[in-house]
T-cell receptor
Framework: GDSVTQTEGPVTVSESESLIINCTYS????????LFWYVRYPGEGLQLLLK?????QKGSSRGFEATYNKETTSFHLQKASVQESDSAVYYC??????????FGAGTKLSVKP | DPKIIQKPKYLVAVTGSEKILICEQY?????MYWYRQSAKKPLEFMFS???????DNQTASSRFQPQSSKKNHLDLQITALKPDDSATYFC????????????FGSGTRLTVL
């Protein structure tokens, strides 16, 4: 079945440093699934951060970016300069019309002021 | 106002008992899902429904039974509870399929003693 592997947390970075959270996927039911990053901020529910449905395209939101790379089957999440408010748990996921989304294990990010 | 309501927020049960977790969504969505997250474990897909029909089932145990009495309801009945069932259970919905963004409820935290 479909699966997602992402950077094992926790990850701690200092404010204004750059960040990359790796995500690779394995899609067995469809060649090009839709790819997602979800985020859970402290005390809040899981919500969409960004989504890309076309291979080769980049999605961005709140200063985060992720590019859908079908060659390496990756969808890494990057931010050039993190803020303390970015502290959260980040989940990479893939989904398609025929299957419910599958999620990675989640990466807990702590940003030190 | 929350668009996906899960009840109760916390639930304590004894081994061998039966509980029902409630989920209602007011987003007008046609697809609904159940996920489970145990301590230090990934967000695990359990069931998906579309137009009140079971689409996908990744839960091996028949002790877990989803129930859809209305289009915007997807409850989860768990029988013969075990301590290993202790987890936070999340309900989610999307417009039509797993290719779309999922919207999550805040979860029901179940503890089985």
């Amino acid at each position: 079945g479909d699966s997602v592997t992402q950077t094992e947390g926790p990850v701690t970075v200092s404010e204004s440093e750059s960040l990359i959270i790796n995500c690779t996927y394995s899609a067995t039911s469809i060649a090009y699934p839709n790819l997602f990053w979800y985020v859970r901020y402290p005390g809040e529910g899981l919500q969409l951060l960004l989504k890309v449905i076309t291979a080769g395209q980049k999605g961005s939101s709140r200063g985060f970016e992720a590019t859908y790379n079908k060659e390496t089957t990756s969808f890494h999440l990057q931010k050039a300069s993190v803020q303390e408010s970015d502290s959260a748990v980040y989940y990479c996921a893939l989904g398609d019309n025929n299957n419910a989304p599958r999620f990675g294990a989640g990466t807990k990010l702590s940003v030190k002021p | 106002d929350p668009k996906i309501i899960q009840k109760p927020k916390y639930l304590v049960a004894v081994t061998g008992s039966e509980k029902i977790l409630i989920c209602e969504q007011y987003l007008g969505h046609n697809a609904m899902y159940w996920y489970r997250q145990s301590a230090k474990k990934p967000l695990e897909f359990m069931f998906s429904y579309s137009y009140q029909k079971l689409m996908d089932n990744q839960t091996a145990s028949s002790r877990f039974q989803p129930q859809s009495s209305k289009k915007n309801h997807l409850d989860l009945q768990i029988t013969a509870l075990k301590p290993d069932d202790s987890a936070t259970y999340f309900c989610a919905s999307s417009g039509q399929s797993g290719a779309e963004t999922l919207y999550f409820g805040s979860g029901t935290r179940l503890t089985v003693l």
